[in-house]
């Protein structure tokens, strides 16, 4: 069956650093555009990138631009998360999910256009 499971969250300092992982099964990663979003305690879940499944563009939230960046591995089924210059503000539970659409700069950020959710990994960045 299809699952994504997220990986390598943690508690880091501000200023550090993480990278995510999200592994991919039950489908062909190359076929599918992926994305990550991340829910606050008490806020909605919000997108944070997206990665095109044909020629790998790539689209972020502004609040994590120059900060993050989003790569994929087909060959491992993997999708990534490098995190860096994090801040407190940044924790939040991530999550990684599938699409059926393209990556879109008006669309990706639309939780309704992806079918399959992981759990979620914990991110907490405090000192």
């Known amino acids: 069956q299809v699952q994504v499971v997220e990986s390598g969250g943690g508690l880091v300092q501000p200023g550090g650093s993480l990278t995510l992982s999200c592994a991919a099964s039950?489908?062909?990663?190359?076929?599918?555009?992926m994305g990550w979003f991340r829910q606050a305690p008490g806020k909605e879940r919000d997108g944070v990138s997206c990665i095109s499944s044909n020629d790998g563009s790539t689209y972020y939230a502004d609040s994590v631009k120059g900060r993050f960046t989003i790569s994929r591995d087909n060959a491992k089924n993997t999708v990534y998360l490098q995190m860096n210059s994090l801040k407190p503000e940044d924790t939040a539970v991530y999550y990684c999910?599938?699409?059926?659409?393209?990556?879109?700069?008006?669309?990706?950020?639309?939780?309704?256009?992806?079918?399959?959710w992981g759990q979620g990994t914990q991110v907490t960045v405090s000192s």
């Open positions: 039950g489908f062909t990663l190359n076929y599918y555009a």
């Open positions: 999910a599938r699409t059926y659409a393209p990556c879109r700069d008006t669309t990706w950020r639309t939780t309704s256009l992806y079918d399959y």
